[in-house]
């Protein structure tokens, strides 16, 4: 399966210190790259790197904040000198202040886009530019179904930021497309150990059976769930795929917005998922 090799190839992916990012970085080694691991848990993406050594491929992680550009053009600086090129970009890092609208700071605000807009445009940047030079290069964003669907559940400020990187997403890929970067978005649902999912369900235990309302597959979100999707948006398979906002959620958005209320009737009329 010569498509999906990428062997040879080196990613940089942020946020690779536990859950998506983790996986992700996992994924794209184990199809042959070399990773770049960036996150502020050293002792996370050092747990990492020691994985992917095990499978023969080089890892470098770098410990620091994403949010801070000095930091991300010394990384770029690193990547230059110790591999030469960026092939793969994983835009997985990014936290959000979530909480009542009305109750909403300007400091909230900006914390919010700061994290997961800016930082992740000017990592887009570092990367996207090394990858038009070289003519070829992949980069794969995390958004959220919230950046399309109302999640109505005290998220304006994180919904509005996802939506910003998916039309982020579909700039770049229209403007890069012609000169060899394809740039892809993926949009989870739920996803157990991201965004600290666990312990607000545990906070509210109407929470998880609300979230499996709006889900027709029945489950909710594992990090493993996004390896497949990540080694093929940054292979040759996907070549020809670029501008795409692709869920990763169960069929939440396909049920449509109105699906968490729909399930308890269809099951009440003895409707099975």
């Known amino acids: 399966m010569n498509l999906f090799d990428l062997t040879g190839r080196t990613a940089v992916v942020t946020g690779s210190a536990q859950g998506m990012g983790r996986a992700m970085a996992s994924a794209l080694a184990a199809a042959g ?72 700071t300007l400091a909230d605000i900006r914390s919010t886009f700061h994290n997961l807009v800016i930082s992740r445009y000017y990592t887009c940047q570092l990367a996207g530019r090394r990858m038009l030079a070289q003519g070829k290069g992949r980069i794969i964003s995390i958004g959220s179904i919230a950046g399309v669907s109302s999640l109505g559940r005290a998220q304006s400020i994180y919904g509005m930021a996802m939506a910003a990187v998916i039309q982020m997403t579909r700039e770049l890929s229209t403007e890069w497309a012609g000169r060899g970067v394809r740039v892809n978005c993926i949009l989870p649902a739920q996803v157990l150990g991201a965004n600290g999912l666990g312990p607000r369900m545990e906070a509210d235990p109407w929470l998880r059976e609300t979230f499996l309302r709006g889900i027709p597959a029945g489950r909710l979100g594992q990090p493993e769930d996004i390896k497949g999707l990540s080694v093929l948006l ?30 308890p009737i269809m099951e009440r009329q003895g409707v099975k998922r």
């Open 234 to 263: 940054a292979s040759d398979a996907a070549d020809w795929i670029t501008g795409a906002i692709i869920p990763m959620d169960g069929g939440n958005l396909a049920m449509n917005g109105g699906g968490g209320l729909l399930a």
């Open 33 to 104: 790259a070399d990773l770049v691991l960036l996150d502020r848990n050293a002792a996370g993406i050092e747990a990492t790197a020691h994985d992917i050594r095990q499978l023969g491929r080089k890892a470098l992680p770098i410990a620091g904040d994403v949010t801070d550009t000095d930091h991300l053009d010394a990384v770029f600086t690193t990547v230059d000198r110790e591999f030469g090129r960026v092939d793969i970009l994983g835009n997985v890092a990014g936290e959000a202040t979530m909480g009542p609208a009305e109750e909403m």
